[in-house]
């Protein structure tokens, strides 16, 4: 069973920067594409980035672009969203999650992921 353990967030002012980890256990790590999603109450579940599973592809939501990073460590299998200039539209709890196929395609799509993180507050304050 995999099991993947969100860390890194907390509270951090507008302009700031945070360094989300997640680390997966149980599983064949370097096969699958990893994604983190974030949501916040009341709404749904909201795609950030994509990575493919040998790191080479990224795919990020289109308004991300240029102030979060993704990278991943096949070695300890571990994935990193590295998120800069935070704003406070960026306070949600943030997801990572494992893709549903082995060496499938990087996908915006949520249920093309199979295991979920608990999920790490992120709080960006104005």
């Known amino acids: 069973q995999v099991q993947l353990v969100e860390s890194g967030g907390g509270l951090v002012q507008a302009g700031g920067s945070l360094r989300l980890s997640c680390a997966a256990s149980g599983g064949t790590f370097s096969q699958y594409v990893m994604g983190w999603f974030r949501q916040t109450p009341g709404k749904e579940r909201e795609f950030v980035v994509g990575?493919?599973?040998?790191?080479?592809?990224?795919y990020y939501e289109d308004s991300l672009k240029g102030r979060f990073t993704v990278s991943r460590d096949n070695a300890k299998n571990t994935v990193y969203l590295q998120m800069n200039s935070l704003k406070p539209e960026d306070t949600a709890v943030y997801y990572c999650?494992?893709?549903?196929?082995?060496?499938?395609?990087?996908?915006?799509?949520?249920?093309?992921?199979?295991?979920w993180g608990q999920g790490t507050q992120v709080t960006v304050s104005s």
């Open positions: 990575i493919s599973w040998g790191g080479g592809s990224r």
């Open positions: 999650a494992q893709g549903r196929r082995v060496l499938g395609p990087v996908t915006r799509i949520p249920n093309d992921y199979a295991y």
